[in-house]
């Protein structure tokens, strides 16, 4: 039987579906190492915003934020009991500013810039070197972990996961509406989907879960059972 310490997970799939819930708790009870490679991009996004290289919802001037990326040192503190791993932005921990819908209305074009994809997929790659990690994003099981022992895709109806990111940012104090949040998913899932480099797609090996009618605990016990079949071949 192969061990299960240091398989590298690769989680993966549209905007606000679970993934990092499912990428934290998974990592949590397997020991293993969570790294959120969205919350990467979103730090990218927040340092654009506050240095003046937002234009606007869904637009960004690109050489502003390119020749930001020598500026940008990004880190993960140690997990709390829960596995939330802060996000430090140059020392300065974001976790919450990065969650702003205003940081998510530009991610997607940031996200879609040439040299912002690989000053962060270089990081994430040298993260996960040594294994043991869950790493959920967009292109992990594709581009930064192809050759990842498990491989997920995570799936949800669109009008459950606008949901689900509304109680999320309410809990933080945010007064955003579901329509407005509902609108930002379908974007950011555009041109997540349509970008000419590392578009979102589904790696051919990655098994598909459609968690539209899953708990968070349901989840993680079907994802366990998923590692546990797979560990076992
Ligand atoms: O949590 P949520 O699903 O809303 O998104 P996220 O994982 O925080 O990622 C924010 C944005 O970063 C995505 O909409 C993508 O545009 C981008 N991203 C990416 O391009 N590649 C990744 N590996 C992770 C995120």
New binding site residues.
Partial sequence: MQSTQHITIAI??????G??TLAKALAKKMNYTFI???????CV?LYALKNGCALGAHKINLSCVVSSLPHIRIQFGKPDTKGNRPVLLNDEDVSDA??QLEV?NI??????IKEV?EF??QQ?QNLGKNGGVV??????GT??FPNAELKLFITAKPEI?AKR?FLELQAKGETNSIDEILEN?KH??R??ST?AI?P?TQAKDALVVDNSEMSETEQLEYVLNLVKNHTRA
């Fill in positions: 993966d799939g549209f905007s606000s579906c993934k990092s959120d490679s969205g919350a990467m991009y979103r996004a990065i969650r998510a991610v997607s074009e940031v996200a879609a994809r962060l997929v994430q790493m959920d994003g967009r292109d992990i581009v930064v996961r990111r998913l950011r899932d041109i997540d970008r590392s979102l």
